[in-house]
């Protein structure tokens, strides 16, 4: 079995269904900082599965993709930090 085809028939689906229990989590999460992780770790399985397709393909502007989703996900979570420090004192 090649890295392609590895790609493709395990770790694709593999990924889309973390995906599927993140988006479960954001949608039913009890708690504000519960969605917040659910997104965050929803942005990282977009940001694995750009990573797996740009190996898989070949094509490098997915590790581009990923790069900035990546800072944009971290952005997010500074900035959650930073409302519930000022919401709680």
Request: aromatic content about 12%.
């Amino acid at each position: 079995m090649i890295l392609a085809d590895f790609v493709y028939e395990v770790i694709l689906p593999l990924q889309g269904l973390a995906a599927f229990l993140a988006l479960f989590r954001l949608v039913r999460g009890p708690s504000l900082p519960d969605r917040v992780v659910a997104l965050d770790f929803l942005a990282l399985v977009v940001i694995n599965i750009a990573a797996a397709y740009s190996v898989a393909t070949g094509h490098t502007a997915f590790i581009d993709v990923a790069i900035v989703l990546a800072l944009v996900a971290f952005l997010g979570t500074v900035a959650f930090a930073y409302y519930l420090s000022r919401r709680k004192s």
